[in-house]
Each structure stands twice: as structure tokens, then as C-alpha cells.
């Protein structure tokens, strides 16, 4: 979708979470990775702060079996990989 255009940096990214999945320190991020703005879960609305945000899939990353088997996927390969 942000390949397309579809999400931006203004598009709200939302997760909803269980509390007990929610902790107060900082994780290791890789290059797929990236943060939501809002966390939900059963009990509270959790506002994160902002980062980085992803440009899109890593290409380079993405198993072959996936690409074969997901129509989408296999669709849009042929634009980013040789």
C-alpha cells in the first residue's frame, strides 16, 4: 500500500495488542521493522512515539516460496527483482 500511495507518513497505523504484550523498554529493530502510532488493548489506548516509517516491502528479504505462492506478490516481483 505504501508503494502505491495508499499510506503516507499522515496514514495512523494501529495494532491491537494484549496488555500483557505491552512492556516499558526498548526493542531491537531490524530493517522490516517499524512502529504503530497507536497500541489498543483490553484495557487502554496507548499512544507510541513516532519513527521511522517503512518504504515499502524489502525486496531482497522476502522468502522465494512466498513470492511464488502469493499472487500479489508474484505480480509485483517482476517490477523489483532481476
Not at 512515539?49 to 506478490?73: H, Q, V, Y
Amino acid at each position: 500500500m505504501i508503494e502505491d500511495g495508499l499510506v503516507t507518513d499522515e496514514t495512523v497505523i494501529v495494532a491491537t495488542v494484549h496488555s500483557s504484550q505491552v512492556i516499558d523498554e526498548l526493542l531491537p529493530e531490524g530493517g522490516h521493522d517499524f512502529r504503530v502510532d497507536f497500541a489498543i488493548t483490553e484495557n487502554d489506548i496507548i499512544q507510541c512515539p513516532r519513527s521511522r516509517r517503512p518504504s515499502g516491502l524489502i525486496w531482497e528479504s522476502m522468502p522465494a516460496k512466498k513470492i511464488r505462492t502469493i499472487p500479489i506478490l508474484g505480480a509485483r516481483a517482476k517490477n523489483h527483482l532481476n
